[in-house]
């Protein structure tokens, strides 16, 4: 009895979490209201609150739930490959095709939640700025992997990886703005191409790496 | 006397937009409210109502308000320098040593009240959005405006211009949310890092034009 009561509880702050989610994408994280969920979910005001105890508590698990959303919908489908550029290019396509996706309204919501509540301090702003970081710290990872993948050393791999990686990142997160914004599905056209561009130099520089001095546009 | 009442109240029109710029840094363009700005200014509700008539037309103003300032702040210090690529660098270098300058808060006004109008359809967000093209617009027009000087034709230039002005807009926005975000000086040496490299690869297949075949890496 209590583990289905124990249960019942997930299953509902889930359908609370979802609903925030959807709400979040239109009227932002700080827009979603305990009467506005309540209302959508038929439930009272004070059964949302219970489950969460807090808006603030109820913010971090939206965040939460987005994050799990996005590993099963963006890192699912890469979770086979290895670490290194094509992966992170996988992924990369992933989330500016995501962007594009009628069934995932708003764009990225890390990126959109970001800009929210980056004036914000408090645990909400701390989980997103960690989650920012985790970006960067991915994609430096699988660019550093190619690079002692060539080199069969485990050195720290090339200098510049987190340049790239904030580059990377930096494009796909400004084509999700730019879409939401205008609408334009060419802004995320640039971002892919873009992105390929950069991993191609590396990519390039990397299979020349010990043969030929370092390509000084890569 | 009808002059003077004019100017008086555009004036007060300033001090209102003024009080709205600071206060939308910190709460959203869409939390800046009637109440907070008439405590902030010592007015009455009714007194900063007056001046606008609409919340839409009062978060407009605002919006070209802080259009008015970029162009002082970061448009002024450039205006001696023709269209070109060393127009465009000093302006992206100066709006990324802006975002880190205290006595504007908030990073890039636009970029930060962009992703929070990109879900609300209305005046606020159609403005925006021709803030954002024309962000594109400016850098594409002085990315061609060197390939002229350099071809001594009047012919549209590079094909790539509007793919490297997204490109260089895109890292400066990125910059300024995830500087928001993070407060990580490391990330505006990063993008101004990325912009000089695309912009130094651009000037460098410009200079060699028409005597060597284009820098497949630019």
Chains 1, 2 share one sequence.
Do not use: N
Not at 40 to 45: A, C, E
Not at 69 to 96: N, T
Not at 198 to 214: M, N
């Amino acid at each position: 009895m209590t583990d289905r009561r124990l249960a019942q509880g997930e299953e509902t702050r889930r359908r609370i979490a979802d609903a925030a989610l959807v709400a979040a994408a239109v009227d932002g994280l700080e827009g979603v209201t305990v009467g506005g969920l309540a209302r959508t979910l038929g439930m009272s005001k004070a059964g949302v609150f219970a489950h969460f105890g807090s808006k603030e508590a109820l913010q971090v698990a939206v965040v939460e739930h987005a994050l799990e959303r996005v590993q099963g919908r963006l890192f699912g489908p890469i979770s086979e490959l290895p670490p290194g550029v094509p992966r992170l290019r996988a992924f990369l396509h992933a989330y500016l095709a995501d962007i594009a996706d009628e069934e995932t309204p708003g764009g990225c919501f890390f990126t959109a939640a970001g800009s929210e509540f980056d004036r914000r301090p408090g645990a909400v702003r701390d989980r997103l700025a960690g989650i920012q970081r985790s970006w960067y710290a991915f994609a430096a990872g699988d660019l550093r992997a190619s690079q002692r993948a060539r080199s069969g050393s485990a050195d720290e791999g090339p200098p510049d990886a987190d340049q790239v990686a904030f580059e990377v990142v930096a494009l796909a997160q400004a084509a999700s703005l730019a879409y939401q914004l205008l609408g334009a599905p060419e802004v995320l056209d640039r971002a892919r191409h873009a992105v390929d561009r950069r991993l191609d130099a590396i990519e390039q520089r990397h299979a020349a790496a010990g043969s030929a001095p370092a390509d000084p546009a890569a």
